[in-house]
């Protein structure tokens, strides 16, 4: 049996949490129909869909190779804001500031995905952590602003593993790591 899955980097708690709060304050304003949990927080690099058991572990073995000399890097948080049309937004996100190193961990996982057949198409990447999706409006208009992302801006972590993670739409939290990679530290 397939299972759907996705490369992503993950969020650490903290972090969830002052998401997971300033979600709270984005949900009166935007009548979306799906919400992400607390502990579902991540940064996709690519997803993969419906992934066999034989698919899942060449694309493990693919990555330990591949992943082997990246080195840990930080990411910083900066902006929000919607994907769609600002009046009927299909994503509400919180963004992230440019990164060279993840642009390459990108770079390197899609390259490692193609090699065992995942389809990775030539969207253009635009990492963000997806806070809410799905547009439930009913023809409304959204003329409110979003909320200032206080205590969001700015904030740092490391970002020192990939994980492959396990979709289960009825669990909550729905991800479930399938396996990590742990990014190479300097010895």
Known sequence: MDRHM????????????????????????????????EGD?????????????????DLVDKLRGKLQDTQPFELELSSVG???????????????EP?????ELYKRTSESC??????TSNRPYRPHITIGK????????VTERLPEPEGLNGLTWQVDEVILYEIHPQRKPKYV??????LREDQ
Do not use: M
Request: glycine letters at 8%; hydrophobic letters at 40%.
């Open 6 to 37: 996705f490369l992503a980097v993950p969020v650490p708690e903290e972090l969830q949490a002052k998401i997971q709060g300033y979600a709270e304050k984005v949900k009166p304003i935007l009548p979306l129909k799906k919400w992400t949990s």
């Open 41 to 57: 927080f991540h940064i996709t690099l690519n997803f993969l869909g419906a992934t066999s058991d034989e698919s899942a572990r």
């Open 82 to 96: 919607v994907f769609g049309n600002p009046k009927t937004p299909r994503v509400c996100w919180v963004g992230i």
């Open 99 to 103: 990164s060279e190193q993840l642009d």
């Open 114 to 119: 193609a090699s065992v057949g995942f389809d």
């Open 134 to 141: 799905r547009w439930g409006g009913q023809n409304e208009k």
């Open 177 to 182: 790591v399938y396996e990590r990679f742990k």
